[in-house]
């Protein structure tokens, strides 16, 4: 058998971009699987939700956006720290970048080698690079809600962090009014998840349990389409906790028994192949994935930084 081409680096098709408005001055953008995008229109301004992989990438959304509003950016909120999500930065000209307080000092910890793992895996996002003019830094942080006044009858928009969960400092934006979660990667709809910086079993439980008790009616997730409906959202919020508990199993038994972590990304593999093998990023994500819930339960408690190298590494031993 071929050895699988490193992470996303062979898959290099343009993804199919879908801009839906969800209620009067909400946005969601759409890629087939790559990261989702939003904005949220106050009475004279914008908030954008996420960045993008690049500035270059970043200004094709704007330009978008622009058929529908040309409200300034105020706000530009980042649900977490990952660079495919934050180094479009500089494109949106906003007056403030809002993230959690873990979120800036990950940044600082592990910003650029983040950027360089990432980029590395998945080039095709990377529109650009050398349009990122460096790190982004946020300029207004918080540690467990923030909430924007949009203005006229438009309500608010809460900026909340539910626990740990994809990263230790994820948050999401959620609009109670039209009932609409922007939930980043703390779920993914028909896409897989990427735990290489997860707390799998906080994110599995009472990070998740946060997620549900807003009682979302629609909710964008970090990647695949929008979710409509409870039935909807209330279903890849349990595909999400699925793929986690199925990980934590599976995973959790090989360790147990003193097996090694190959056999445990064997095990995993297999639980998961059926149900979410076909999805964007399954096999991508799977061997970071697996090398980081064993670090968990080995007492591990904060993840290892992903560097260009550790990422082939990790490659070559489980999918090599
Ligand atoms: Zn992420």
């Not at 009858?153 to 909340?160: I, K, T």
């Not at 703390?186 to 599995?204: C, N, P, S």
């Not at 349990?209 to 919020?237: C, F, Y």
């Not at 090398?291 to 990790?314: F, H, K, M, N």
Request: charged share 25%; net charge negative.
């Amino acid at each position: 058998m071929a050895a699988k081409p490193f992470a996303s680096s062979a898959d290099l098709g343009e993804k199919q971009q879908t801009l839906e408005v969800l209620a009067d001055g909400v946005y969601a953008l759409t890629a087939e699987g790559d990261p989702n995008i939003g904005a949220i229109e106050g009475e004279d301004f914008l908030v954008c939700f996420e960045a993008l992989a690049t500035p270059t990438a970043a200004r094709e959304w704007l330009a978008r956006l622009r058929e529908h509003t040309d409200k300034p950016v105020r706000y530009l909120v980042l649900s977490h720290y990952h660079a495919v999500r934050v180094l479009g930065a500089s494109a949106f000209g906003a007056d403030v970048i809002v993230a959690h307080e873990k979120t800036r000092d990950l940044i600082a910890e592990r910003g650029e080698a983040d950027w360089a793992s990432e980029f590395g895996r998945m080039p095709r996002l990377a529109k650009d690079p050398d349009s990122v003019p460096g790190l982004t830094w946020p300029t207004l942080t918080f540690s467990d809600r923030a909430v924007i006044e949009l203005g006229g009858d438009r309500g608010q928009l809460v900026l909340q962090y539910l626990g740990r969960g994809h990263t230790e400092g994820d948050i999401v934006a959620w609009l109670p009014k039209h009932r609409i979660l922007f939930a980043g990667d703390l779920v993914e709809a028909e896409a897989a998840l990427y735990t290489g910086d997860a707390f799998h079993r906080d994110w599995a439980g009472p990070t998740l349990d946060g997620v549900a008790a807003l009682g979302a009616e629609a909710l964008i997730g970090g990647r695949g389409p929008v979710t409509h409906g409870r039935p909807a959202v209330e279903a890849a919020i349990a595909q999400t906790r699925d793929f986690l508990q199925t990980m934590i199993d599976e995973v959790g038994a090989v360790h147990a028994r003193g097996g090694t972590l190959k056999e445990a990304f064997a095990a995993a593999h297999a639980s998961l192949v059926d149900g979410y093998g076909h999805w964007p990023i399954f096999e991508h994500c799977l061997p970071f994935d697996v090398s980081r819930l064993w670090d968990e339960l080995s007492g591990i408690e904060r993840p290892v930084v992903w560097t260009a190298e550790r990422d082939r590494e990790v490659w070559d031993r489980l999918q090599g």
